[in-house]
């Protein structure tokens, strides 16, 4: 019989789920914060379910001698080490959908608060007071919502936002055009956004390319009298910056669920006029509590009983007996996925996947994910192979399937080509004898190269001296290459080099690379590679 550990609290109903099915449960709900207990006897369970109180950390997960997977009731990951869990055999797993209306509703809520100042009159009454007149709000009727991310949450805010009769506006690099219009949105470009908003909601997750999408500079774009919400994540505003638009009067208010350190016990926000704000209660909500709660208890029985996995953070939803087969090319697939979300900076239109030979019998459906993945990873890591499909829907895009027979000299092999606005871009691998994937061809130009966790890719006109021009700069600027890979179409032609180097490639060099004239394109990628 399979043994559970809850460490953090989840509902009786969820732990009866376990029962139900048989399996074994240890409900210590405050166990979670004694990480040397938790150390302690970690070794007994074949599965860990959690909130946010329990840290698996690599510490933990190395004591923990037969798990075999983690839940985390709720969607953030941030308290598990997934590399650490991965490199031990232990599936990690979320609820990625459980919160989003919970979400949404507290994003509107904050919205009205700040609209009508409604927590701060709430104080003054309480006190005795009767200051009718120094709590002027106004009305969101007609007033333009600017939706920073309009994924799954962001969506639903825009759903609502149009129940209450406002105009909505969205900055969201991967929204389709086709998109937008169905859920009623006008598309814009940041800085146009930032100008006609009377209101701005964020729903994006931390990344490199959204922390501080707020930031003072971009705080100075904001239309006068704007109100800014956020509900998504500490970090994406520049929360000095704002506080010093507020003090001046160029930004009405602000309402904000989370910040840049939590617990939050101190903030430039705090104790500004008209500044709501709450302690990360977005999904705070009775039934979402309770419906993450259920699904992570029903998932991680399915895994420990029949070995489904659904939600995995680190595995694609496959059957036990499609692992053992399709391993390689689910890894393959996610680095072809990695490789085009990182070369592709403007909207995704469509994304093409052909399946030559015998990958195509395999679960495509795990493939597509595992490859869906890895391309829109680059904006949202959060995502996992069951969500990312979902994502790419709620952004329009249109994802193709075709399989064919063996048509080469390869025994199979996965091509994706991706459409954008300007171009389709497209690149092909397989999985060798050995198990590891290599890359075959890239914008249609054959080449065999590995996967390198850190890798420098370039395009230039075949002509004398390229690599001794890349060697040079690399080698005057630190730069250990450790192999490089090169291709071409024709002779004078198009040409490709990859280097594969020690450590990342810092942005500086590579402008010095640019600088020099002789290259079309030049761009740093990293892979989740073993070096």
């Known amino acids: 019989m399979p043994k559970v550990l809850i460490s953090d609290a989840l509902s009786d109903a969820a732990v009866q789920i376990f029962r139900d099915r048989g399996i074994e449960v240890d409900f210590q709900p405050k166990l979670g914060k004694d990480k040397e207990k938790l150390a302690e006897i970690i070794g007994n369970y074949d599965g860990l379910a959690i909130r946010s109180a329990t840290k698996a950390t690599e510490k933990l997960i190395e004591a923990a001698t037969n798990l075999k997977v983690i839940g985390r009731a709720g969607i953030g990951v941030d ?48 006190a005795g007071k009767w200051e009718k007149s120094r709590f002027m709000g106004v009305e969101v009727t007609g007033k333009t919502l600017g939706v920073i991310g309009a994924g799954n949450i962001g969506s639903i805010v825009i759903d609502r936002a149009h129940g209450l009769k406002m105009k909505v506006v969205a900055y969201d690099p991967f929204l389709s055009e086709e998109r937008a219009t169905e859920i009623g949105v006008e598309k814009l470009e940041l800085d146009e956004l930032l100008k006609r908003a009377d209101f701005i909601t ?95 208890a029903e998932q991680m029985s399915d895994y420990l009983l029949t070995g489904a996995v659904t939600n995995a953070i680190n595995m694609p939803s496959i059957t036990a007996e499609e692992a053992k087969i399709m391993g390689p090319w689910i890894g393959l697939s996610g680095h072809l996925g990695n490789f085009i979300g990182q070369m592709t900076d403007e909207p995704i239109k469509a994304i093409n996947i052909l399946y030559d030979g015998v990958v195509s019998e395999m679960n495509l459906a795990a493939l597509n994910s595992a490859l869906v993945a890895g391309i829109m990873r680059k904006v949202n890591p959060d995502v996992n192979m069951v969500s990312a499909p979902v994502i790419a829907k709620e952004r329009g895009i249109q994802i193709s399937t075709t399989k064919q ?114 290259f079309q394109q030049v761009k740093a990628l990293t892979f989740d590679v073993e070096e």
Request: hydrophobic residues 40%.
């Open 79 to 126: 308290n598990v080490d997934i590399p650490a869990a991965s490199k031990k055999g232990i599936i990690v797993m979320n609820t990625p959908f459980g919160n989003s209306i919970t979400t949404a509703e507290h994003a509107i809520s904050m919205l009205m608060a700040v609209a009508r100042q409604i927590p701060e009159a709430n104080a003054s009454t309480h």
């Open 202 to 296: 964020l729903h994006v997750p931390l990344t490199d390319q959204t922390k501080n999408i707020l930031s003072k500079e971009n705080i100075a774009k904001l239309k006068p009298g704007v109100r800014i919400v956020n509900c998504a994540r500490g970090g994406l505003v520049d929360e000095a910056a704002l506080a010093e638009a507020i003090t001046e009067g160029r930004v009405a208010g602000a309402a904000f669920d989370v910040f840049a350190e939590e617990p939050a016990t101190n903030s430039p926000l705090f104790n500004l006029p008209n500044v709501v704000v709450t302690p990360h209660l977005g999904a705070a909500t009775t039934e979402a509590q309770e419906n993450v709660a259920l699904q992570v």
């Open 405 to 518: 027979d063996q048509s080469g000299t390869f025994e199979g092999y996965v091509k994706v080509t991706v459409v954008t606005e300007k171009r389709e871009r497209s690149v092909a691998g397989t999985v060798f004898s050995d198990g590891k994937p290599r890359f075959i061809q890239i914008k249609g130009i054959n080449i065999d190269a590995e996967i390198g966790r850190h890798m420098v890719y370039t395009t230039n006109q075949d002509v004398p001296g390229i690599i001794g021009v890349l060697g040079t700069m690399m080698g005057e600027n630190g730069v250990n290459i450790a192999n490089f890979t090169l291709g071409r179409n024709q002779r004078a032609g198009e040409a490709i080099a990859i280097l594969y180097a020690d450590e990342a490639v810092s942005e500086e060099v590579l402008q010095k690379l640019r600088d020099t004239g002789k």
